[in-house]
């Protein structure tokens, strides 16, 4: 069974784990949308070198609501197993 090289929703990189997560034009929208969802404004996952960095930062500007609304769609506890990958 062959695997495509490139990111098979934006066919713009290759499909890593970090790409899918964070860089992926269809992930960032993704973000977009649930942190508007749940009113948390803070910023996508961008520059950050890890997922669990963003997280940490987002949730030190967060108010004591929004850290409980991020805590609800991330489960900490397996972002550094997935980054491990």
Do not use: Y
Not at 3 to 8: G, I, Q, R, S
Not at 13 to 33: G, I, K, N, S, V
Not at 57 to 63: C, G, N, P
């Amino acid at each position: 069974m062959q695997h495509h090289p490139c990111c098979l929703l934006c066919d713009q990189a290759p499909e890593t784990m970090r790409h899918l997560l964070m860089d992926c034009t269809f992930a960032r929208q993704t973000w977009h949308e649930v942190l508007t969802w749940l009113g948390v404004q803070i910023p996508t996952p961008n520059n950050e070198a890890t997922l669990m960095d963003w997280w940490l930062r987002s949730t030190q500007a967060a108010t004591t609501l929004q850290c409980k609304a991020l805590a609800s769609v991330t489960e900490t506890s397996s972002l550094d197993d997935l980054e491990a990958q």
